[in-house]
């Protein structure tokens, strides 16, 4: 089967940095994502990563290594705007399906005052 | 530029009653598409994808169906809706092209409660 861990919760303060891990073991991989989700929105992308290192996007970054089935996105200057569920995502291939996006359970973000 | 629309975006339905979804995409040919569904604070879990018309993997057994009777369109359907079925459903497109990264791009999801 599929696995992807991520922290259910997490709070931090508005300014500053805060890092959500997510771990995974799956039969295949072809590249891993991060989605930033609004409470009652769709998810829209944030960051892509198939080769170990680390991808910066402005405020945003993103870390792989597949040795490890490890990742994980970095906020920095928290905003209040960042409250929001964040979910990474791993491509297939899996069981003769390929292009295929497995989700794990998101992670609550509370950005405070 | 790409689109994807989906509807209804809210609806109640009484349990035992029949079930469609449909989304379109717009701006792009040959998309694979997908449905997913995510229950109250638990993340997305694929249902149906499909890589052409006619061409439907299902991933969970399940009492829903899909179709994509067009190359853009793509169909969720029950015949009798089970309580359990409640939640927010996305439609979501991304390239053919394997060389292409497999970004989804999801539509604006629909809430179905089950009664």
């Known amino acids: 089967g599929q696995n992807i861990d991520q922290p259910t919760e997490m709070t931090a303060t508005e300014g500053a940095i805060v890092q959500i891990n997510c771990t995974y073991q799956?039969?295949?991989?072809?590249?891993l994502f991060w989605y930033q989700q609004h409470a009652g929105e769709a998810p829209t992308f944030l960051s892509y990563?198939?080769?170990?290192g680390l991808e910066e996007k402005g405020r945003f970054s993103s870390f792989l290594s597949r040795s490890k089935g490890y990742s994980y996105l970095l906020l920095k200057e928290l905003q209040m705007k960042d409250s929001a569920s964040y979910l990474c995502?791993?491509?297939?291939?899996?069981?003769?399906?390929?292009?295929?996006?497995?989700f794990g359970a998101g992670t609550r973000l509370a950005v405070h005052p | 530029s790409q689109t994807i629309h989906q509807w209804p975006a809210t609806l109640v339905q009484p349990v035992g009653s029949p079930l469609s979804l449909e989304c379109t995409v717009e701006?792009?040919?040959?998309?694979?598409l997908y449905w997913y569904r995510q229950a109250a604070g638990r993340g997305l879990q694929l249902l149906f994808y499909?890589?052409?018309?006619?061409?439907i993997s299902s991933e969970v057994p399940q009492n829903l169906s899909a179709s994509r009777p067009q190359d853009r369109q793509f169909i969720l359907s029950s015949k009798k809706l089970l309580l359990s079925d409640s939640g927010f459903y996305l439609c979501?497109?991304?390239?053919?092209?394997?060389?292409?990264?497999?970004?989804?791009?999801f539509g604006e999801g629909s809430r179905l409660t089950v009664l």
């Open positions: 979501a497109w991304s390239h053919r092209d394997r060389a292409n990264t497999g970004e989804l791009f």
């Open positions: 799956t039969s295949g991989f072809n590249g």
């Open positions: 990563n198939v080769l170990d």
């Open positions: 995502a791993v491509r297939g291939p899996f069981s003769g399906g390929y292009n295929k996006l497995i």
């Open positions: 701006g792009t040919s040959n998309p694979n």
């Open positions: 499909s890589v052409g018309i006619g061409q």
